[in-house]
């Protein structure tokens, strides 16, 4: 790699990170597809502060000195309305949704289009981490991008939405009222079905027309044929969005195996 491309001084690196993946990401000028996108494999049996401290010394992108970083975090979130939020309550507030594991801080972010501010924790080990590394630091949900775009995306047409985005071994089921939250959870899936159940719990939870409404799905879907049909059978608006076709063919809609909210964040922004 060459780090003329790269514009260490300016350019932000994005680090996405979950249980059990992590990945580096930053816009390379040099590149067809628009940015550097580099997998990393998470270790079992090591936390995950541990797991981005060896990735320092393995990990090209991060060896190359970059001072700003945005960091992308899979962690649960509260959200709350903006009107209702006092950042002196946030930890207190976020401990009665929540079980924690006493090693964590909780980091809050506004989300101004949505009149919503998201709660989430960061793990002191790995915030000591990305704090020995880079200068300026922006830590975020891993969801706001994806939020944010699709909130947009909400208001064409006039029938209800609901979305449905699936990453690492879970599905994430939100929607939005005009400029609000209506609904969102998260849950772990193990199979198609697990996933069905829980969409379609939602969806008669929230009172949308089977006939009428749409349910958009995206993401990393495992047996999406299985589940696809399966919803058919209760459902007549389902749609999967796919990031080529939604995105007009950009570049880096071409890498494969890159999480669609890393593109959303590179083509939209947060």
Not at 169 to 176: A, G, L, N
Not at 211 to 221: A, K, P, R, T, V
Request: aromatic fraction near 12%.
């Amino acid at each position: 790699m060459q780090n003329e491309a790269y514009n260490i001084l300016n350019n932000r690196l994005t680090i996405r990170i979950s249980q059990s993946f992590m990945s580096f990401a930053v816009i390379n000028q040099a590149s067809t597809v628009g940015i550097e996108y580099e997998p990393y494999a998470v270790k079992n049996g090591i936390s995950i502060a541990a797991n981005l401290r060896e990735a320092f010394n393995e990990s090209a992108l991060l060896g190359m000195g970059f001072i700003k970083v945005q960091v992308m975090i899979d962690t649960p979130v509260l959200l709350v309305p903006i009107e209702e939020f006092d950042e002196s309550q946030k930890e207190l507030l976020y401990s009665h949704a929540f079980t924690r594991l006493g090693n964590d801080i909780i980091i809050h972010t506004i989300l101004p289009n949505e009149n919503a501010v998201a709660l989430f924790p960061l793990n002191k080990d790995l915030n000591m981490v990305i704090n020995d590394h880079f200068n300026d630091i922006r830590i975020i949900p891993m969801m706001q991008s994806v939020w944010s775009y699709m909130h947009h995306r909400s208001f064409s047409g006039n029938r209800k939405k609901l979305y449905a985005y699936f990453h690492d071994h879970k599905v994430e089921v939100f929607c939005f009222k005009q400029n609000r939250f209506k609904f969102y959870n998260h849950y772990k899936i193990v199979t198609p079905y697990d996933a069905s159940y829980f969409i379609l719990y939602v969806w008669k939870q929230l009172g949308m027309d089977a006939q009428n409404d749409e349910l958009h799905i995206f993401g990393s879907i495992n047996e999406k044929e299985v589940l696809i049909e399966d919803l058919k059978k209760y459902l007549r608006g389902v749609y999967v969005i796919n990031p080529e076709a939604e995105f007009n063919r950009a570049p880096i809609t071409k890498i494969k195996g890159l999480p669609i909210d890393i593109s959303i964040l590179f083509l939209k922004g947060r």
